[in-house]
């Protein structure tokens, strides 16, 4: 079955860069959502969207900003890098609002 | 104090043992209640997603919820090494749409 596809897997940024992380939900799902997951901490959600429409948010940083496009593919900017945005950024999609299906995330590094 | 307590373990059992994985949560408004899997530097997978209070069983996986106690447990019948990984319960109020970690349990299943 086809999962949720995140890109890229990796990233390697320096402090006060810009990064781009791209997700692309399961085949028929309306909704994306954007955790981040610190190293041994619990995800912590982000923000998510609905029909292309911004549905709810978190702890989402002012320099973060997201979309959800026509094709219903997500993209989550980030400006300004700092040390601590160094984390595990998830994607979920799902059909109802419940069974959220992860994707296997990007490991962004900030040095 | 965090809305979902989730103890972290690590919790060690022998294989074939039956595991008892618990959180507890203080918002009375949350209405759906799931666990994910995951392994290290992977997404989370979900596993169980149950609503109101009562069981649920898929193969050896068991989802028990008491919503007039707060509490949720999944249990693992013969428990294999593969199963070893961090277990993150999640709930939902059913009006947001986004979900509230535990902050996971480690478990290590041993031949």
């Known amino acids: 079955a086809a999962g949720v596809i995140q890109s890229p897997r990796h990233l390697i940024k320096e402090k006060r860069e810009t990064a781009t992380l791209k997700c692309y939900p399961i085949p028929r799902h309306d909704t994306v959502y954007w955790y981040q997951q610190g190293p041994g901490q619990d995800p912590q959600f982000l923000i998510s969207?609905?029909?292309?429409?911004?549905?709810d948010k978190g702890s989402i940083p002012d320099r973060f900003s997201a979309q959800q496009f026509s094709d219903y593919h997500s993209e989550l900017n980030m400006s300004s890098l700092e040390l601590g945005d160094s984390a595990l950024y998830f994607c979920a999609s799902s059909q109802s609002r419940y069974e959220q299906y992860f994707g296997p995330g990007t490991r962004l590094t900030v040095t | 104090q965090k809305e979902v307590e989730q103890d972290p373990g690590p919790l060690s059992v022998p294989e074939g043992a039956i595991v008892s994985l618990n959180c507890t949560y203080s918002n009375s408004a949350f209405q759906y209640f799931m666990w994910y899997r995951q392994y290290s530097r992977k997404g989370p997978e979900l596993l169980m997603y149950t609503y109101s209070s009562g069981n649920k069983e898929d193969g050896r996986f068991t989802a028990q919820v008491d919503k007039s106690s707060k509490y949720i447990s999944l249990f693992i019948r013969d428990s294999q090494p593969s199963d070893s990984a961090t277990y993150l319960c999640a709930m939902d109020t059913g009006t947001a749409s986004k979900l509230t970690f535990g902050t996971g349990t480690r478990l290590q299943v041993t031949l």
């Open positions: 969207f609905y029909e292309k429409m911004q549905s």
